[in-house]
């Protein structure tokens, strides 16, 4: 049994390893990385007899998977930790008055217990939704992980009702100062705190700049409410606003019907769901009407108010319980999609795979004593694995996380 890294940070070339890439799984696997890409990887005998020059370090002991998307984060939220649960109306009540006082230069030192929780989980990307979201981003780059960052828009109600934050997320987005690791987004904040001309603006901007959309949808009984007060639903109020398509990501969606589904799926969106948020909040989403058609679904922590540890492992689990209790079939390969390669077409980039030329986005999860006896790594990673088990994390061929802390 191995308790330590049996390897150095400079290697690149490891064999004896079990690599879980969903359904397609290697046991004996080798791997072989180079410029934060995957250079080969596939079974061992064959990638070494491709690469006779370089030395392959045993890596048994470990599993070791893609790293794993994060889908709808509000990280600046920490301070909100155990404040919330079971407040009947805590967005209006709790959330804006404690964001109207925000100031620009704590957001960053805000995020980073979120990002660094979510990290030692295996999320090596993260979906955010926030105020002042410059402070984001500039932590994600600090820490070396991947985002796709909105900065949270609004002007019928919230922490900064008007076109302050509007005027706020264009100038980002126009002097964008951060890698192509982090990418920018938009982010209307819901259909019944936003107005329609203002959506409607958004979802121009969006296409015209060929940049994802990302909002919350039909989130509360309110919203939905507020909407059929006018003949429509949220979802049919953010289609005729031009907010649905490939590279839009609806989060929530806890009130629907069968013409909402057929909208979103036509339109190639994707949707957020939050399990855990969800029930604090008010109720499950129906995943169970969408899962099948197929739609896209990504799965998030929400903020500190609902997975207090932004805990993606323990949010994974919850949400295969959930599907089994809905009925869906195969509820682990469907959450190991929405865990990984789900976000690729939100993105328009390749996420979430082991193959060659992807980027080397990877966790090495070391099996102890609790987790010996893996039969199927898919199982195995949902029922047996917890956050103790994550060691190390690469993002684009570096180093991100060593031997369980942050490699700053």
Known sequence: MIHHNPFSKSDRAWENIPLLNGVDFEWNAALVVDGGQILDCG???????????????????????????????????????????????????????????????????????????????????FVDHY???????????????????????????????????????????????????????????????????????????????????????????????????????????????????????????LYGNDGDWARIQSSGASIGFCPKSQLIYEKLAPIEK?????????????????????????????AVFFLKDRGVADPENRVWEMLTTNASSFLGATVGRIEKGAPADLVWVLEDWFTLGMKNPLIHFFHSLTTSNVRNVMVDGKWVLWEGEVEW
């Open 43 to 125: 079974p061992a005998d064959e990638v070494k007899a491709r690469h006779p020059d370089r030395t392959f370090l045993d890596g048994g002991g470990f599993l070791v998977h893609s790293g794993l998307t994060n889908g709808h984060t509000h990280l600046a939220m920490s301070p909100l930790r155990d404040v919330c649960h079971g407040h009947p109306n805590m967005i209006h009540e709790i959330f804006f008055p404690f964001e109207s006082n925000l100031k620009g230069e704590w957001t960053e030192g805000l995020a980073y217990p979120s990002l660094v929780a979510g990290l030692k989980s295996g999320a090596t990307l």
């Open 290 to 318: 969408w899962i099948d058609l197929p739609v896209k679904t990504l799965l998030g922590t929400d903020c500190a108010a609902s997975n207090d540890r932004m805990d993606l492992l323990d949010e994974a689990r919850t």
């Open 131 to 253: 105020y002042f979201s410059e402070g984001i981003a500039r932590a994600l780059e600090r820490l070396g992980v991947r985002g796709a960052v909105g900065e949270m828009t609004s002007d019928l109600s919230g922490a900064f009702p008007g076109e302050v934050s509007w005027k706020r997320a264009k100038a980002l987005i126009h002097r964008w100062p951060f890698s192509s690791r982090v990418t920018p987004v938009f982010a209307p904040h819901a259909t019944d705190t936003t107005s329609a001309p203002l959506l409607k603006e958004v979802g121009q901007e969006a296409s015209r700049l060929k940049l994802p959309i990302h909002m919350h949808l039909s989130q509360t009984r309110i919203e939905w409410e507020e909407a059929k007060k006018n003949g429509r639903t949220p979802v049919e109020i953010a289609d005729e606003a031009g907010l649905l398509s490939e590279r839009s990501l609806l989060v929530h969606l």
